[in-house]
């Protein structure tokens, strides 16, 4: 055994040695994650103590679950956890079915110039700083006179009131959402559609299948992997609310809060109040908890279901 693995280490040390340019290429990634991934994983040790900056971490008195109680023993905590598991849900949902149709439709198109225009427009809003998007909605949907409100009074509706009424901004955000991501994630889709042979379509032609057959029988079917690869890594991160698309767009509007507060934005406010580190460390240890258990029950669910679309 102890020969098999000196063996196998003098290979890899080979290979190495064979490809030193490729390797090198993959130090700055394994840097990159090893700072901002793995080195700072000591600091979730803040989540248990009090936290001084005079101190440091080690020095800081150890408190044990005490900065956990703040945030669920608050009255706003079932509003905030179930706003965060909503939103994201309509999120993930609604960015996913429109990735994908987007997808389906630029692989359909043959002309290659209004392709890449069509690519490149549909994947700007992506690039799009979430304060400008912000300030975008607030022109449309605030102020005394909102935009929105002038284009239904020329159809001959009534206008509403948006920044009163909470109940209709779970759909403008999942709206804006969709805008921005679906592009991106289209990106994704249609690259995976790209890596579908050619000959699977060849043969349905031959068989007589139209397009829709195609779509519905080849294309969407091979697609579901990335589909499920894609949705649970999202899944992974469902605990997380998006805070700068929701402090860019809602801002401090307090009578939003019952749909659109979440978690990070109510940690963000918590924060300025309390300036308690152990706090927000506390909650970020909680979302992160939370979001590998999420991860491990849906990829339990979609191996018994499709075991190629696990991740593991």
């Known amino acids: 055994m102890q020969y098999d693995r000196n063996k196998g280490r003098g290979s890899k040390l080979k290979h190495i040695a064979r490809n030193p340019f490729l390797y090198a290429m993959a130090v700055p990634g394994l ?22 900056f005079s101190k440091g971490i080690t020095g800081s008195e150890w408190v044990g679950f005490k900065n956990f109680d703040y945030f669920f023993t608050s009255d706003d905590f079932w509003t905030v956890l179930r706003n965060t598991l909503v939103l994201n849900a309509l999120f993930i949902f609604f960015t996913t079915v429109a990735a994908v149709l987007i997808a389906l439709m630029f692989n359909e198109i043959r002309n290659k110039y209004f392709k890449r225009i069509s690519q490149s427009l549909i994947f700007l809003p992506y690039f799009m700083s979430w304060i400008v998007v912000g300030m975008i909605v607030q022109s449309m949907f605030g102020g005394e006179e909102p935009m929105i ?63 829709l057959q195609t779509m519905f029988r080849i294309t969407l079917p091979l697609l579901v992997p990335t589909i499920m690869i894609m949705t649970l890594l999202a899944v992974g991160r469902i605990f997380n ?28 406010r918590s924060m300025r109040q309390l300036h308690d580190f152990g706090m927000s460390s506390a909650v970020g240890l909680f979302q992160s908890v939370m979001g590998l258990i999420f991860v491990i029950i849906a990829n339990g669910i979609t191996r018994k279901v499709s075991k190629e679309s696990a991740l593991f």
């Not at 990159?32 to 080195?39: G, K, W």
């Not at 609310?241 to 509007?253: E, K, L, S, V």
């Open 31 to 52: 840097l990159f994650f090893l700072v901002f991934s793995y080195l700072p994983i000591y600091g979730i040790t803040i989540a248990f103590k009090d936290y001084d």
């Open 149 to 211: 409100n002038a284009w239904l009074q020329n159809i001959g509706m009534e206008p509403v009131n948006w920044m009163f009424e909470s109940k209709l901004w779970p759909a403008i955000l999942t709206v804006i959402r969709v805008w921005q991501g679906a592009g991106y994630l289209s990106i994704i889709f249609l690259a995976a559609i790209t890596g579908i042979s050619e000959d699977l379509y060849e043969a349905a032609r031959i068989d007589g299948a139209s397009k």
């Open 241 to 268: 609310g998006d805070f700068a698309m929701i402090y860019a767009i809602i801002g401090d509007n307090s009578l939003l809060y019952p749909t659109t507060d979440v978690i990070d934005t109510f940690v963000f």
